[in-house]
């Protein structure tokens, strides 16, 4: 059997943007582009990306990752789908602030986190944004759905989607991942991390790189 004859996703996280370079919460609203490291970036992925058997490509609809989707899609010659579930997850009243270490919104993100991965919390929020719960309601379904979508068929669904996100969902989306494995591995820009359906089972087979035992 071919390495590509069963159903593959893998989640790819965006390439630089001018929010990350700003230090800057984007996850809502004002959306900042990519910048020229960036799109450099965007376009080494997707000549890496160029022979591989992609079935569909899922962007989140935020700018950072529309703009790396469009560059896999246009060497692919396919059409992004834009997911709004594969959003970052938002900030609330901390949108549009700095995300360096010692602001307000980077010290209730911090707590927030510890309250989720370290206190099983997961409604705990910065104020007005998201919750590890609501992402679950909107992330877990779609990829869920996606992967009944294929029918068992072959190829790989990309999911261009981001950091946050992808840190807070992969333990939840893979049986064979936890929050300690996920939280000590950040995701860096165009990451790829690589999940597949083994006796009915959706594992992550690759992580940035590195196998990873199922």
């Known amino acids: ?3 590509f004859d069963i159903p593959k996703i893998w989640f790819v996280r965006h390439a630089e943007s001018e929010a990350n370079v700003r230090h800057i919460y984007a996850n809502t609203g004002c959306s900042f582009p990519l910048t020229a490291i960036g799109l450099q970036q965007a376009m080494a992925v997707s000549l890496k990306l160029s022979c591989v058997p992609i079935r569909a490509i899922y962007t989140s609809p935020l700018l950072r990752a529309t703009q790396t989707a469009e560059q896999i899609c246009k060497i ?10 594969l959003s970052e997850y938002s900030m609330g009243i901390y949108e549009g602030t700095s995300t360096l270490p010692g602001t ?3 010290i209730s993100d911090a707590e927030s986190k510890k309250r989720w ?4 919390d997961f409604d705990a929020r910065s104020p007005g944004g998201e919750s590890l719960n609501d ?5 877990l379904p779609f990829v869920k759905k996606a992967i ?3 029918g068992g068929e072959p190829g790989i669904l990309l999911m261009i989607t981001h950091g946050g996100i992808l840190g807070a969902m992969l333990a939840f989306v893979f049986e064979n991942l936890d929050f300690s494995f996920v939280q000590a591995r950040p995701i860096e820009h165009l990451s790829i991390i690589k999940g597949e359906l083994k006796n009915v089972r959706m594992v992550c087979v690759e992580y940035k790189g590195t196998l990873v035992s199922s």
């Not at 991965?117 to 099983?120: A, D, I, R």
């Not at 992402?135 to 992330?139: E, P, Q, T, W």
Request: net charge neutral.
């Open 104 to 106: 307000l919104g980077a």
């Open 148 to 150: 009944e979508n294929c």
């Open 117 to 120: 991965f370290e206190h099983n």
């Open 76 to 85: 692919k010659k396919m059409e992004m789908q834009v997911a709004p579930e």
């Open 135 to 139: 992402m679950k309601r909107r992330f």
């Open 1 to 3: 059997m071919n390495d």
